[in-house]
């Protein structure tokens, strides 16, 4: 056994660049699978410990838009109908729109937000804490002070110092004393989008006596968060809560939330999961190009070893001790390959978990080394070269010695698909045919080599095509939101009010401004048969000069019980045009009180865009609202020769302006949220084009060593050595042609898999179109071939050296 061993470690050394080249590839391959495959556990164990440590509440209740009541009165109602001893922690609050004007000396940050008042009597609240990443955090000192919180994710994204001074709604200053992490902000969503957050939409959290003081509503409170104690029954607590509390507001509006079912929550955990199964996708794929080309690069190699087993036959070795020295070869690359696993995996890890840090901004992020995961991927890589190993040995210790021994062309008993092509008329000589040939001559190994390239193609595809998708998408949202007026924005105002009051005079008196048309946006819910969206709902006049969407079937709404519709959301609610459907909505009551009621509406058209929640009413449906005569958003154009950003400075100071924001600024956010995403993309891209690169080169280094008296052959007839570079180049091209074609045919079925059945359940808001762009297709030849044809060249060296007369001398 010791010699063995020792002539084992010979073959190791004789061969060390191409074991260490195989013993890489299956590095690559488990340990992109152990990271890719550790990403959910890590996601949903940073997500539990995260909101366990802020007290995430378990209901929350929500008045309607535009609703408050008097401090105090939704903490008794709450506490009354679930029981006092069942209530861990409970938290009313004031959350009202404002502009957040964070700008530095040549940096304009001025965007829409949100004031949150808030318990801070104890240093923070009990339930819905806020982690404090920067700066300090808010104490009893700070109740009804000028000071804040800003949210982290949106300060970091400008760049806002943790202590400064910012002005909110009103031109009002705010002290900021730290920035925070919110469970309610683990994501930042905006109204109508799930993206972006953090570059669009400033929260500032303050002391609920300084909100009420901003907004001018002194001991009013619009918002309810409860923790309960452990035990209780969440869903019986929330039907408690929806019986008692319609005695306690009267026609006042109301929602009750399960903190499981917002937004924040749900996408966290959902996207954890359904990004798991992509990430399984890419796991798998990885692995089985990095298996494939284990298993036919280590069957080659022992292959190439054939005649010594020959020989040893002839001599009288018994057959299983001349086995013992390529499966030892076999287990010796195996464990190589497992130990550089282990470096390759933590490598990955560490990739992993700094995209993830600012993908995912959670107070507590978890990334350990997931062992049964790496095991997994390791005995799949452990077993695939000793398997590989054992194959050709079978093969070679059941032929007679004299058939080991032979060589060359006497050696062949079969020329594979080549025998096919002697009847093909192929252009050029002999040495200009041989490439193909070549090919068509060992299928089975082209076959592997090709499903090996392919694999590693179709995920580079499948991650492009991915993203082809997603800015398709935002290019369509472009185009929509940039017809009508040039240097356009939307305007909130802090409440409704009359269409021609003062409010909307001082907007349109602005210098800045040039034109303004009042108009109305409420939430509300569409439901068909069970099925339901929410809609961001905006009525408008059909005649607009400031902007209009467009209509690609039906027609804009004529009355106030008709609707149009973006296509996905028709598609969801499985309606078209001159269908029925319902939507609740808020009804004014009172002056500060709106109820939900049920309208059916008529689906009157559908515009393009693919934002699903995006509906529009004609202005005469106001009365359905009981808004007649009222406005609380305006379609803003900029003056001539002033921009958007002119615009929007000038309403800052405007008390009656809660926001006023650039038309395409949010999907702007989306486009760089997006952006960002391609991060986690790039660690998988650089294993994909390391992968493919050491096939090339091992297929290349292998391939030499098969062949290398043929070329010593062809070197002795006069070929030059150029020539016989281009031969390889030109094989190696034709067998990466093939795995191109295999890798973009799997990629495009993979992203219409996920674009078509894993995104609409985790982004429902946002419809995509199946699209690959000629850029990726680009990069896959540019991966594919570039690195098959680069391997060959590798080996001018080794062929410049060779040894003719000692090449070409063989002792049978």
Same mark, same amino acid.
């Given at each position: 056994?010791?010699?063995?061993?020792? #002539?084992?470690?010979?073959?190791?050394?004789?061969?060390?660049?191409?074991?260490?080249?195989?013993?890489?590839?299956?590095?690559?391959?488990?340990?992109?699978?152990?990271?890719?495959?550790?990403?959910?556990?890590?996601?949903?164990?940073?997500?539990?410990?995260?909101?366990?440590?802020?007290?995430?509440?378990?209901?929350?209740?929500?008045?309607?838009?535009?609703?408050?009541?008097?401090?105090?009165?939704?903490?008794?109602?709450?506490?009354?109908?679930?029981?006092?001893?069942?209530?861990?922690?409970?938290?009313?609050?004031?959350?009202?729109?404002?502009?957040?004007?964070?700008?530095?000396?040549?940096?304009?940050?001025?965007?829409?937000?949100?004031?949150?008042?808030?318990?801070?009597?104890?240093?923070?609240?009990?339930?819905?804490?806020?982690?404090?990443?920067?700066?300090?955090?808010?104490?009893?000192?700070?109740?009804?002070?000028?000071?804040?919180?800003?949210?982290?994710?949106?300060?970091?994204?400008?760049?806002?110092?943790?202590?400064?001074?910012?002005?909110?709604?009103?031109?009002?200053?705010?002290?900021?004393?730290?920035?925070?992490?919110?469970?309610?902000?683990?994501?930042?969503?905006?109204?109508?989008?799930?993206?972006?957050?953090?570059?669009?939409?400033?929260?500032?959290?303050?002391?609920?006596?300084?909100?009420?003081?901003?907004?001018?509503?002194?001991?009013?409170?619009?918002?309810?968060?409860?923790?309960?104690?452990?035990?209780?029954?969440?869903?019986?607590?929330?039907?408690?809560?929806?019986?008692?509390?319609?005695?306690?507001?009267?026609?006042?509006?109301?929602?009750?939330?399960?903190?499981?079912?917002?937004?924040?929550?749900?996408?966290?955990?959902?996207?954890?999961?359904?990004?798991?199964?992509?990430?399984?996708?890419?796991?798998?794929?990885?692995?089985?190009?990095?298996?494939?080309?284990?298993?036919?690069?280590?069957?080659?190699?022992?292959?190439?070893?054939?005649?010594?087993?020959?020989?040893?036959?002839?001599?009288?070795?018994?057959?299983?001790?001349?086995?013992?020295?390529?499966?030892?070869?076999?287990?010796?690359?195996?464990?190589?390959?497992?130990?550089?696993?282990?470096?390759?995996?933590?490598?990955?890890?560490?990739?992993?978990?700094?995209?993830?840090?600012?993908?995912?901004?959670?107070?507590?992020?978890?990334?350990?080394?997931?062992?049964?995961?790496?095991?997994?991927?390791?005995?799949?890589?452990?077993?695939?070269?000793?398997?590989?190993?054992?194959?050709?040995? #079978?093969?070679?210790?059941?032929?007679?010695?004299?058939?080991?021994?032979?060589?060359?062309?006497?050696?062949?008993?079969?020329?594979?698909?080549?025998?096919?092509?002697?009847?093909?008329?192929?252009?050029?000589?002999?040495?200009?045919?041989?490439?193909?040939?070549?090919?068509?001559?060992?299928?089975?190994?082209?076959?592997?080599?090709?499903?090996?390239?392919?694999?590693?193609?179709?995920?580079?595809?499948?991650?492009?095509?991915?993203?082809?998708?997603?800015?398709?998408?935002?290019?369509?949202?472009?185009?929509?939101?940039?017809?009508?007026?040039?240097?356009?924005?939307?305007?909130?105002?802090?409440?409704?009010?009359?269409?021609?009051?003062?409010?909307?005079?001082?907007?349109?008196?602005?210098?800045?401004?040039?034109?303004?048309?009042?108009?109305?946006?409420?939430?509300?819910?569409?439901?068909?048969?069970?099925?339901?969206?929410?809609?961001?709902?905006?009525?408008?006049?059909?005649?607009?000069?400031?902007?209009?969407?467009?209509?690609?079937?039906?027609?804009?709404?004529?009355?106030?019980?008709?609707?149009?519709?973006?296509?996905?959301?028709?598609?969801?609610?499985?309606?078209?045009?001159?269908?029925?459907?319902?939507?609740?909505?808020?009804?004014?009551?009172?002056?500060?009180?709106?109820?939900?009621?049920?309208?059916?509406?008529?689906?009157?058209?559908?515009?393009?865009?693919?934002?699903?929640?995006?509906?529009?009413?004609?202005?005469?449906?106001?009365?359905?609202?009981?808004?007649?005569?009222?406005?609380?958003?305006?379609?803003?154009?900029?003056?001539?020769?002033?921009?958007?950003?002119?615009?929007?400075?000038?309403?800052?100071?405007?008390?009656?302006?809660?926001?006023?924001?650039?038309?395409?600024?949010?999907?702007?956010?989306?486009?760089?949220?997006?952006?960002?995403?391609?991060?986690?993309?790039?660690?998988?891209?650089?294993?994909?084009?390391?992968?493919?690169?050491?096939?090339?080169?091992?297929?290349?280094?292998?391939?030499?060593?098969?062949?290398?008296?043929?070329?010593?052959?062809?070197?002795?007839?006069?070929?030059?050595?150029?020539?016989?570079?281009?031969?390889?180049?030109?094989?190696?091209?034709?067998?990466?042609?093939?795995?191109?074609?295999?890798?973009?045919?799997?990629?495009?079925?993979?992203?219409?898999?996920?674009?078509?059945?894993?995104?609409?359940?985790?982004?429902?808001?946002?419809?995509?179109?199946?699209?690959?762009?000629?850029?990726?297709?680009?990069?896959?030849?540019?991966?594919?071939?570039?690195?098959?044809?680069?391997?060959?060249?590798?080996?001018?060296?080794?062929?410049?050296?060779?040894?003719?007369?000692?090449?070409?001398?063989?002792?049978?």
């Amino acid at each position: 056994m010791s010699l063995w061993l020792r #002539w084992s470690v010979r073959d190791l050394r004789h061969r060390w660049l191409l074991v260490t080249a195989i013993a890489l590839v299956i590095a690559v391959g488990t340990g992109m699978f152990a990271g890719l495959g550790s990403m959910e556990s890590w996601r949903i164990g940073s997500n539990d410990a995260s909101f366990s440590l802020l007290r995430y509440h378990d209901l929350r209740v929500s008045l309607a838009e535009g609703s408050f009541v008097e401090q105090g009165t939704l903490r008794e109602a709450a506490t009354d109908a679930a029981g006092e001893s069942s209530v861990e922690a409970v938290d009313e609050r004031l959350i009202v729109p404002s502009q957040v004007d964070a700008s530095s000396d040549g940096d304009a940050v001025l965007v829409p937000g949100r004031l949150i008042g808030m318990s801070v009597d104890d240093g923070t609240s009990r339930v819905d804490g806020l982690s404090v990443a920067a700066g300090r955090g808010l104490g009893p000192d700070d109740v009804g002070r000028p000071t804040g919180m800003l949210e982290a994710g949106f300060a970091e994204f400008h760049g806002v110092e943790e202590t400064r001074v910012i002005r909110v709604a009103g031109d009002r200053e705010l002290e900021v004393v730290g920035h925070a992490r919110s469970p309610e902000y683990f994501l930042v969503i905006p109204p109508g989008f799930l993206l972006g957050g953090e570059a669009s939409f400033g929260v500032v959290f303050v002391s609920l006596a300084t909100a009420q003081e901003i907004s001018g509503r002194p001991g009013a409170v619009n918002d309810l968060v409860l923790r309960f104690a452990p035990g209780t029954d969440v869903a019986a607590a929330q039907a408690d809560l929806e019986r008692a509390l319609p005695a306690a507001l009267g026609s006042v509006g109301f929602t009750i939330e399960r903190g499981t079912d917002a937004d924040v929550y749900r996408v966290l955990y959902e996207d954890a999961s359904n990004d798991q199964t992509l990430m399984n996708v890419f796991a798998f794929l990885v692995l089985g190009g990095a298996a494939l080309a284990t298993f036919n690069l280590v069957g080659r190699m022992v292959e190439a070893t054939r005649r010594e087993i020959g020989i040893g036959m002839a001599v009288g070795a018994p057959p299983r001790l001349l086995a013992l020295r390529p499966l030892l070869l076999g287990v010796e690359v195996a464990l190589l390959g497992a130990l550089f696993g282990i470096g390759v995996g933590y490598l990955v890890n560490l990739a992993l978990r700094s995209v993830l840090e600012s993908l995912l901004p959670l107070p507590v992020l978890q990334t350990p080394f997931e062992v049964s995961v790496f095991a997994r991927a390791a005995a799949v890589g452990f077993a695939l070269p000793v398997i590989a190993a054992a194959y050709p040995v #079978w093969r070679g210790v059941r032929v007679a010695p004299i058939e080991a021994i032979e060589v060359g062309a006497r050696a062949a008993k079969g020329s594979g698909l080549a025998r096919h092509a002697r009847w093909l008329r192929l252009p050029g000589h002999s040495v200009g045919q041989m490439p193909l040939r070549n090919v068509l001559r060992t299928p089975r190994r082209t076959l592997v080599t090709a499903l090996g390239v392919g694999a590693v193609v179709a995920v580079l595809v499948a991650m492009l095509g991915m993203l082809d998708s997603f800015f398709d998408s935002v290019e369509r949202i472009k185009a929509e939101t940039g017809r009508g007026a040039a240097e356009r924005l939307t305007v909130d105002l802090a409440g409704f009010v009359s269409r021609d009051g003062p409010e909307v005079v001082a907007v349109v008196s602005s210098e800045s401004v040039g034109s303004a048309e009042p108009r109305l946006r409420v939430p509300g819910v569409l439901s068909r048969q069970g099925a339901e969206l929410d809609a961001a709902v905006e009525l408008l006049d059909s005649e607009s000069q400031v902007w209009t969407p467009s209509v690609v079937s039906g027609r804009f709404p004529a009355g106030p019980a008709e609707i149009l519709l973006s296509t996905i959301a028709a598609r969801a609610l499985a309606v078209g045009v001159g269908d029925s459907l319902i939507l609740e909505h808020p009804r004014r009551a009172a002056l500060e009180a709106f109820e939900l009621v049920e309208t059916e509406v008529r689906v009157a058209g559908l515009h393009p865009s693919p934002l699903r929640s995006l509906a529009y009413l004609d202005e005469s449906a106001a009365e359905l609202f009981g808004l007649s005569g009222l406005t609380n958003t305006l379609a803003v154009a900029a003056a001539p020769g002033k921009t958007a950003a002119d615009a929007q400075r000038s309403l800052f100071g405007l008390a009656a302006v809660a926001s006023a924001e650039d038309a395409s600024a949010g999907i702007d956010a989306v486009e760089d949220s997006i952006g960002d995403w391609v991060n986690i993309l790039r660690v998988v891209e650089v294993a994909v084009l390391l992968l493919v690169l050491l096939i090339a080169f091992n297929a290349m280094g292998i391939s030499t060593e098969e062949r290398v008296r043929e070329h010593a052959t062809m070197f002795a007839f006069g070929l030059p050595v150029r020539a016989v570079i281009a031969t390889g180049v030109i094989e190696s091209i034709l067998v990466g042609l093939l795995g191109l074609l295999a890798g973009i045919a799997v990629g495009y079925v993979i992203t219409g898999w996920v674009v078509n059945s894993l995104l609409p359940e985790v982004i429902p808001e946002l419809g995509l179109d199946v699209v690959i762009r000629g850029g990726t297709l680009g990069t896959a030849v540019a991966a594919s071939l570039g690195a098959m044809a680069l391997a060959p060249i590798l080996a001018v060296r080794r062929l410049r050296r060779m040894d003719l007369p000692g090449t070409l001398r063989v002792v049978e």
